[in-house]
């Protein structure tokens, strides 16, 4: 397995640059809510006309989906695998990569057609 | 077929190389080295995983003239301080062989990528050893063992097990040799073996078979050496009627911890460490007044024994002798002997860079083994001459080419093991491609090697390994010490000839087949037995004090009678003497005189 | 390295062994054994084994030189992973209770063998040897004593297993994951001054599993009897792997 994007040192920046991104985002939100308390509707909503924060979001929501797709991969090769659940294992694997699929793309979409 | 079933010879399955080695330390896998990079088929038969074989436990060095200490070092010097050390009855073609092919030989480690210490020069670093000269005896304390801090055995050992992998060799690993197979020409055939772990019992048929068993310490209640050095290859060359050279030759090390018997280097004394007594006396200047600590084993052993037996020894049982490191400071301790001061702090529960270490004189090498030309062929007597066994092959411990004779200086063990397990896969290589041909051997032949190990699985009672075990390492210590003398020696002689026939029929009674560690024991205990009975009737044969070899009825050395190579046979368990080598090709010959130090 | 002790004052010591015979045993079980033990002098788990031995042959360890340096006993003392014949009772003994049991991660052979293939298999990938591509000179390599030392800490390593098996990451990719002691002997080469074959073993590294699947649990270090760190010999690896990507 040469890595999801072609290398384990890719798969391993692309996880540590997106949780970069994923941190930095969180830390300018929670600093906005604290700056502008009380948080009004408006204030909320207009933050979200910006289009800088618009292709900020889209990154943003670009970096949770890789990283959670590289991280709930890893994690299902470490435990959902024939060596610990038996014959089940790739099938549950199999399941479990799809409902990953699922639930990590749907956050993703719904989310970036929220945005837009 | 499994080991734990009484096997026919007609129904073994037969696996086939060019050449096998048994042993996986560091003249085995010197000389699979050369065998596989040759593009023979080689296997390596070792029952232990390779670097767990006692070569790892090796510290202070290699000793040898590579010239980066001091650029004038001659190889020359190094031989003469070789065959002085051991006086007189090391074969001087030999030792001539190993010192000027030594520095070829380290080299190729430093290229397989052994990590060396270095000097500021970036050469390979070189340390002071015991009974080492400049200038033939005549111009002080030469530096001339190379060492990687004081794990050299380690470095070595693993460098050679990276350099088989790289070359392809093939690894029996937790493997263990029964018995060599002969065949009606009295040639090596190959050996019966089993794999320890599934029990899987084969013939390993090969067109070259190479003893590199070790040694074989354990026949000693206290002994630096490991639990598996029971002397297998000395086992079975005495079965398969081959003698065995100055086996009554064993080394005991000055510096093992007290209480426990693990090694601390010789490198110790050359880093500048010295021994005291209990009134804190720096007694090696009496009894070697120019090297002191430096003198050679067999001369500092021998003065601590004294030391402790006139009542000088130290602790509340005035029982040991003190190594002093401390006056060094931790820098030179923990950086040149890391490996001591972990060993000091784990079993003697001292850091050697404050307080000092206790140590007594352990047993430690056996100089004697198996008789063996420089090209690594087992030499047997017939009518009184030499003549090779064709087939077999013998390096490292477990051989006598003999470069140590009546004492081994320290740091030669293992140029011994490198040029000796080369020199072997070299003159392998060359009588393989020259087409040796070996007669096949018959049923019988196997049924021969398979007896052993069919006895003991028939075995329906008698003594265990344990019990004959203890006996005989008792026996040893007591009886075949640093000093010997005749009445002592004469009932130890008596005391093993007794258990002689417990221990060919002894009780096994776990017989299963899977990793059965009491059947290996058992099998091990025969060959140590061997080994045991081997030193016991020559150490009392030769009458004369030599080398190790210290007698309180025979003080003196015996150039008359004695400058001469002892021969044993089990078959008839007699003594006969060789003549020793003082033919070397390109000096002048050593020639016997006093040993001083 | 001796299990012969004076009859001193003694001390019963009660060993609860893992024992397994794949010959009779359907499933393994765990084995009190009862041993005599000196008081005033602490022995060796090792030691306390060789006389369980003496009372039932049948007990099965490896063990070669009894000094911690040939890596062949390495167990599981009471929960942790070490070698026996360097642990003293008196560390080992917790609660007057002894439990020994085969190194985890592993098929076990018997007792307390487990059968090291897919350790040394992943050894074996590394390349665990000097790679050169100019000639040999014809004496050693320069190499100042600051190169060397960078060795220091790497080529101590004693392959006994202790690491690997106590690595999580091993246990779960055993085939894939190289586990520690293979990454410190690669980072052994690839920190030799000598070896000239850097780009190739990074090549060979970099994947998803090979060094990647190190988690930075670091049980690796705190069980290695030779007080190494492979988690800092993998990261050394790691931060070479990135910067060469510019």
Redesign the interface.
Known sequence: ????FG???N???VVRISSLILFGYFAFLTFFIVSHAPLTFVLWNGLFENVVMKISTTIFLLSFGVHTWIGTW?IG???L?L??LGNFGPTINKLYRISCALIIGSITLWSLLIVW | MKVDEIIKAQDLPIKDFDGIIIGGGGSGMRASLQLAESGLNTAVISKVFPTRSHTVSAQGGITCAIQSDDPEDDWRWHMFDTVKGSDYIGDQDAIEYMCSEGPKAVFELEHMGMPFSRTEEGRIYQRPFGGQSKDYGKGGQASRTCAAADRTGHSLLHTLYQANLKAGTNFLNEWFAIDLVLNSEDEVTGVVAFEIESGEIFYIRSKATVLATGGAGRIYASTTNALINSGDGIGMALRAGLPVQDIEMWQFHPTGIYGHGTLVTEGCRGEGGYLINKDGERFMERYAPNTKDLASRDVVSRAMAKEILEGRGCGPNEDHIMLRLDHLGPGVVHKRLPGVTELSKTFAHVDPAVEPIPVVPTCHYMMGGVPTNIHGQVITIKNGADSVVNGLYAAGEVACVSVHGGNRLGGNSLLDLVVFGRAAGISIEKSLKQGANLKPSSNEDIEQALSRLNKLNASQGGKETDELKKEMQNNMQNNFGVFRREDLMEKGIQDLGNSREAVENIYLSDKSASFNTARIEALEMQNLFEVAEATAITANERKESRGAHARDDYTERDDDNWLKHSIYFSSTKTVSKRDVNFRPTTVQAFQPSERAY | MSATIPLEEVKTLTLNIYRFDPGKDEKAYMQDIEIEVPVNKDLMVLDALLIAKEKDTSLSFRRSCGEGVCGSDGMNINGKNGLACVTPLSEAVKRDKLVLKPMPGLPVVRDLIVDMKQFFDQLEKVKPYLITKDEDPEQERMQSPEEREELDGLYECILCGCCSTAC??FW???D?FLGPAALLQSWRFIADSRDQATEERLDD?????????CHGIMNCVSVCPKGLNPTEAISNI?KK??NR?G
């Open positions: 397995m040469k890595g999801i290398s384990g040192t798969d391993f920046l890893a090769t470490d435990y695998t060596a610990r | 999580p990451s779960w990719n055993p894939k590294l970099d994947d998803a599993f090979s060094l990647y699947r790691r792997l990135i990507k």
